[in-house]
């Protein structure tokens, strides 16, 4: 019976993230699943140069 519900756990804990790019010439922000619909990975004003969108959290490293 454990084995049954660890089963059944491991199907469930598949997590997609969402991430955010951003054409280099306009700037339109696109999702991963938005651009994965398309035919062609392609922004609305014909480039194809996109940037990674990263939230604003500067990581700071302690020195050893």
Same mark, same amino acid.
């Given at each position: 019976?454990?084995?049954?519900?660890f089963? =059944?756990?491991? &199907?469930?804990?598949?997590?997609?993230?969402?991430?955010?790019?951003?054409?280099? /010439?306009?700037? *339109?922000i @696109? =999702?991963?699943? &938005?651009?994965?619909?398309?035919?062609?990975?392609?922004?609305?004003?014909?480039? /194809?140069?996109? *940037?990674? @969108?990263?939230p604003?959290?500067?990581?700071?490293?302690?020195?050893?």
């Amino acid at each position: 019976m454990a084995e049954e519900t660890f089963d =059944s756990m491991e &199907e469930n804990t598949t997590e997609t993230f969402e991430v955010h790019y951003a054409c280099l /010439r306009c700037g *339109t922000i @696109v =999702s991963n699943t &938005e651009l994965s619909r398309l035919p062609e990975i392609k922004c609305i004003c014909g480039f /194809r140069v996109f *940037t990674k @969108v990263r939230p604003p959290v500067v990581k700071t490293v302690k020195a050893i």
